[in-house]
């Protein structure tokens, strides 16, 4: 989501603007509801990236079905009246995978499994942590940034692709644009909310591994042959297309947010 084309009509960047600050809205309301709230959001969520994902890898209707049944089941595991986000959910999801492998033989649909269950139980992990809202918010907001810093930047400068072979239309340049304002944006947590200095410093650099995710999806879909993971939002393609860049950063963020932990 580094950079688009530079052809898109005004109403098509209107309905971009308009859904995603929906999803925004929503995803702010749950963060701030937290417990079975957010679980259900980051589950349903999880459930339609699991769909998209076998649609790219090629997988039969039956084959989506059952591993979305595989990957419910730490999905449910993760759920506030039950063991929540712990090492328990962490072994369930490496056992979806493999249960996908076994039962399907389809090593990269068993994938999935991972791709989408490790995101969803750092997210759920770093909200339960005594400061999580402020720490989740931070996780998901530098993406936000990152995205909207890169693909202002990338029209407004253009210049050297950053990856014509995967995507085309994503510059250096949306790629600066985007780390720097992440950056800057951590650095205003840090002021306003007391985001630790870990944290902090590690804003842009997250914000470089939300553009590899970016990139990776990109490969997924260019090797699927599609244009979107899905149509489920209007303008913004599938929820894969929308939560690429954060499936690579909230393991890392999860890492980072509980890391004194093994220090106590």
Known sequence: MSTKSPTKRPSDLALR??????????????LW????????????LGLFMMAEWADLDGASSSQKRLAQFALSVPLAIMAPMA???DFFALGLIAAAA????????RSTLALGAIYVGLPILALLLIRKQEEG???TFWALALVWVCDIGAYFSGR?????KLAPAISPNKTWAGLAGGVLLAGAFGAAMHVF???????????PVLAIVAQSGDLFESWLKRRAGVKDSGNLLPGHGGILDRLDGLV?????????????????
Do not use: E, H
């Not at 603007?17 to 749950?30: H, P, R, Y």
């Not at 493999?98 to 033989?105: D, G, L, M, S």
């Not at 950063?249 to 999860?254: E, F, S």
């Open 83 to 85: 063991a929540g986000p």
């Open 98 to 105: 493999f249960f996908i492998v076994i039962v399907q033989r």
């Open 33 to 44: 509801f937290g417990d079975i709230v957010f679980w259900i959001l980051c589950s349903v």
């Open 193 to 203: 909310y007391g985001l630790p200095w870990r944290l902090t410093l590690a804003t």
């Open 17 to 30: 603007t308009v859904v995603g600050l929906a999803m925004v809205a929503v995803a702010i309301a749950a």
């Open 133 to 135: 809202i402020v720490f």
């Open 156 to 160: 407004a400068i253009g210049g050297p």
């Open 248 to 264: 690579p950063v909230a393991p890392l963020a999860a890492l980072l947010v509980i890391l004194p932990k093994f220090y106590s």
